[in-house]
């Protein structure tokens, strides 16, 4: 997903849904944004544009450290994920509303999967 590969470069703005699949888990805070920059450029701007990614939420983590670690796996609560994309959103133009899915349906974890509807 880097800049200057071509491939990646011949789909930008696409791409109806972006699955980023388990790739924000493994970033710090920093690449998650920049992550979410490009794949937000891979998407077509309409208001039924949709990016998928894993994500785990734990309530218990402190944000702020993480932040200064930048550390591998920055971990969201709904707060700070809604802020991630907010920053996003206002680097790229765009308004993503995050939402949780459940993948599992019901008994599945409502936390597996989050969905980033664009607004215009």
């Not at 920059?37 to 998928?52: E, F, G, N, Q």
């Not at 930048?70 to 509303?97: A, P, Y």
Request: glycine letters at 12%; aromatic letters at 6%; hydrophobic letters at 35%.
């Amino acid at each position: 997903m880097v800049d200057g590969d071509a491939f990646v470069n011949g789909i930008v703005r696409t791409l109806d849904i972006v699955h980023a699949g388990a790739l924000f888990r493994l970033l710090g805070l920093g690449d998650q944004g920049r992550v979410g920059v490009r794949c937000v450029t891979l998407s077509r701007h309409r208001a039924d544009a949709l990016i998928v990614v894993c994500r785990v939420e734990n309530e218990s983590l402190d944000h702020g450290e993480q932040a200064e670690q930048d550390r591998v796996g920055f971990r969201h609560d709904m707060r700070s994920w809604g802020e991630l994309w907010n920053e996003i959103g206002e680097q790229t133009g765009t308004v993503w509303k995050p939402t949780t899915i459940e993948p599992g349906g019901s008994d599945g974890p409502s936390h597996f999967a989050v969905r980033m509807h664009s607004e215009y």
